[in-house]
């Protein structure tokens, strides 16, 4: 399993991405989920992907495959975001014809589910979840943010926390803490974690760091949550009436 | 979709349930999923359902039957609560015999869950899980909460409170909170909710209250303890790199 959730707030966007993959319990495994395309000061494209193994790998490595032919669409010509998602979207696609077949055939499902957000120049930050049927929705300020893989255990902090107003430091810590409750309920979902930060208009990213056990600010985090939640729990009104 | 939880402790047992279910978004109702069979003094019964309805009241209703059949075995007669499990269990075949293949014909799945937990004179209180084949488990010291139906939004708080050694007060202040998270979330789940209290060896039910918006209680939980939540949030270090 996986979880990944995004964010795209007034001031830039937000992406977190834990890295175990899980083939069965007893065939675990460490795989990045996040790529990022930039070309400084012009685009910055950040992809999150869940589902089947093989066919996200397909999907990054198509699109690669396709920065190196001239004249062909791909993610550093796109006009803008959503040529981008459509691009992406297309990739899909084509992975699902040449692979899907073959998978049924041996009772796996074609399973996709991308995050792809970032900014071109000319245009606001943007932000899609692109479905394996290669078609998408996008973040709107009512609804600023998306999760992909193992959503539900993360999903009401996110709800009581993040507006589209939020700022980016606010939704980096809210994304931990939302991390931090699905690892602790499903051993499918595990560090290192990556997480990276674009700022509006910076046109590059802002920061990028992978989160391991040693590292002291999640770690903070995690065990000063616990703490405030128990807090808080105690200091509500006990029901009279037991 | 459906969201009930239920705890056995040391000191006696909690059970919540909320009432909402649909076939599809356009139609909602409102059926209550708690059912209680008691004998003072003797033994006392609480059921919750979640899965297919027509599936849930038909045990419900074959349960209520046996017990106008004498000499056949039934909730009143069980010697335990294994044996209530079992009986529970057996009709839950029952109907799946009925009903099951015609079920599927229409695209229906035979989907039943229920949590069954009580205490009868002579042993300590216990709490199992019934699933669509009749099978269960119970719970341990170690796990001392079930689930069912609409079940991770509200299982990390469950998982950061409830310990066998809680006081059946926190319980059902955190079954109500972890009640709260998943209304929060999924709009199939909905007030009012059932809640039960058994005191261990009381042999009978300690308080059932029906909980709906207008139940002050609640209502001072869910905004205390959204408020306390953001404060916790606030109060966390922002990530400095951001």
Not at 37 to 44: A, F, L, T
Not at 62 to 78: G, V
Not at 95 to 120: C, K, P, T, Y
Not at 208 to 226: F, L, T
Request: proline share 4%.
């Amino acid at each position: 399993m996986t979880y990944c959730v995004a964010m795209r707030l007034e001031t830039g966007l937000v992406f977190l991405s834990d890295s175990r993959t899980n083939a069965g319990v007893d065939h675990i495994n460490t795989f990045r989920k996040m790529r990022i395309w930039q070309r400084q000061g012009e685009r910055v494209i950040v992809m999150l992907t869940a589902g089947n193994l093989s066919v996200s790998q397909s999907v990054v490595n198509i699109l690669n495959e396709r920065l190196t032919i001239p004249d062909a669409p791909n993610l550093f010509n796109a006009p803008n975001m959503f040529e981008v998602a459509r691009h992406v979207g297309e990739v899909v696609r084509e992975v699902h014809r040449r692979d899907a077949e073959a998978m049924n055939e041996f009772g796996v499902e074609f399973n996709a589910s991308l995050i792809v957000g970032g900014q071109i120049f000319g245009e606001a930050p943007r932000l899609f979840n692109i479905y394996s049927a290669g078609n998408f929705i996008e973040t709107t300020e009512d609804t600023p943010y998306i999760q992909i893989g193992e959503s539900k255990y993360g999903k009401p902090i996110i709800d009581r926390i993040v507006r589209y107003g939020s700022s980016l430091s606010d939704a980096a810590k809210c994304a931990l803490v939302s991390m931090d409750s699905t690892i602790r309920s499903n051993l499918s979902v595990g560090l290192p974690l990556d997480l990276c930060v674009i700022e509006r208009d910076a046109l590059a990213i802002k920061s990028h760091i992978s989160i391991n056990q040693d590292n002291a600010y999640y770690a903070q985090v995690r065990s000063q949550w616990g703490e405030r939640l128990r807090e808080a729990f105690a200091e509500l009104p006990s029901p009279d009436w037991i």
